[in-house]
């Protein structure tokens, strides 16, 4: 008798410090956001100029994949990267996609060719696969052909 009440008081204090533990960990993630905000995020000086900080990948545009059926895809090979950096990536140019021309202008998808040179900001998750894949949240054009 005396085994079963220890054995069930261990059960119960383990019980309320599974609780405890679980429970603290569960409210330290739900309160984090998913994705940070557009408005967090120091990739523009203003929305009507081009973004300021360094792109996530800078290189020439190696080919560019046109589809009815999907957004514009390119993939952008970085002239000469730094250790760790990505050297290459698909990137997926969405609606939201902002596109800056040479001459500092807001563009759109239809102003990127194959053999430009581009600065490309990455905008949510980027698939580790090689090349990386990632949607695009800016796009400046730096040398066109």
């Given at each position: 008798?005396r085994?079963?009440?220890?054995?069930?008081?261990?059960?119960a204090?383990?019980?309320?410090?599974?609780?405890?533990?679980v429970?603290?960990?569960?409210?330290?993630?739900?309160?984090?956001p998913?994705?940070p905000?557009p408005s967090?995020?120091?990739?523009?000086?203003?929305?009507?100029?081009?973004?300021?900080a360094?792109?996530?990948?800078?290189?020439?545009?190696?080919?560019?994949?046109?589809?009815?059926?999907?957004?514009p895809?390119?993939?952008?090979?970085?002239?000469?990267?730094?250790?760790?950096?990505?050297?290459?990536?698909?990137?997926?140019?969405?609606?939201?996609?902002?596109?800056w021309?040479?001459t500092?202008?807001?563009g759109?998808?239809?102003?990127?060719k194959?053999?430009?040179?581009?600065?490309?900001?990455?905008?949510?998750p980027?698939?580790?696969?090689?090349?990386?894949?990632?949607?695009a949240?800016?796009?400046?054009?730096?040398?066109?052909?």
């Amino acid at each position: 008798m005396r085994h079963t009440i220890g054995a069930l008081a261990a059960v119960a204090v383990f019980a309320v410090l599974g609780a405890a533990v679980v429970g603290g960990c569960g409210g330290a993630t739900a309160a984090q956001p998913a994705s940070p905000s557009p408005s967090a995020s120091p990739l523009t000086a203003s929305p009507s100029a081009p973004p300021v900080a360094p792109g996530d990948i800078t290189g020439v545009v190696r080919d560019l994949r046109l589809s009815t059926m999907g957004p514009p895809v390119l993939l952008v090979v970085a002239d000469s990267p730094a250790a760790g950096q990505v050297d290459r990536a698909w990137v997926t140019v969405t609606p939201a996609t902002e596109v800056w021309t040479v001459t500092g202008r807001r563009g759109d998808a239809s102003d990127l060719k194959e053999g430009e040179s581009v600065a490309v900001w990455f905008d949510g998750p980027v698939a580790e696969s090689y090349p990386v894949q990632a949607k695009a949240g800016a796009i400046r054009i730096l040398l066109s052909d």
